[in-house]
């Protein structure tokens, strides 16, 4: 538990620190919703429905047309699968941790596009079992591909997660999640 901890505050300082680095930042708060759609490569799981979710967050974002945004966000979303006759609906809450690097493709008084890809760290707040005799990890990574628009104060984001390592050993599950989200920069 210390170790991901650890890993936890040390992402979060270079998210910060990649932010504020003397540039004009943009700050502000997003909320959205997630669809999550796990995939298991462990031939005796079966059932693996995909879920809707929630996150908000807030966020940082330098001002330059080639930018850097880093966001601390709480998500929850739950999983519904089967696994040796028994059926498993974990629900997991998580605190996020996304870096990403962006460019603004257009850039007006009123309106932004921007697309950016980056990673996500996750830390699961609570554990879940994810068979019998083991539990999700406790600290995934994802790398994500986001495209996005700011109308003004308002900002539309649609990202695309995929974990890198496994949620899971024995299930050997990955996380894919899109998610949708409005924010508002002050």
Do not use: W
């Amino acid at each position: 538990m210390k170790k991901q901890t650890k890993y936890g505050f040390i992402a979060l300082a270079l998210c910060l620190g990649l932010t504020a680095n003397g540039q004009d930042l943009d700050y502000g708060v997003k909320a959205g919703a997630l669809y999550h759609m796990p995939s298991y490569g462990n031939k005796s799981v079966s059932n693996d429905d995909a879920q809707f979710g929630v996150q908000a967050g807030i966020f940082a974002r330098t001002s330059d047309k080639l930018y850097v945004q880093g966001e601390i966000t709480f998500s929850t979303f739950k999983s519904a699968y089967n696994f040796q006759q028994k059926k498993y609906d974990p629900t997991f809450y998580q605190l996020n941790v996304p870096v990403h690097v962006g460019y603004k493709i257009v850039e007006t008084d009123q309106l932004t596009v921007r697309t950016s890809l980056g990673s996500q760290l996750n830390y699961n707040l609570k554990k879940n079992n994810a068979t019998p005799n083991s539990n999700f990890n406790t600290l995934i990574c994802d790398g994500f591909v986001n495209i996005g628009t700011d109308i003004n104060r308002f900002a539309v984001d649609l990202r695309y997660n995929h974990s890198i390592n496994r949620t899971s050993k024995d299930l050997d599950s990955r996380s894919r999640i899109i998610g949708l989200s409005v924010g508002y920069n002050f």
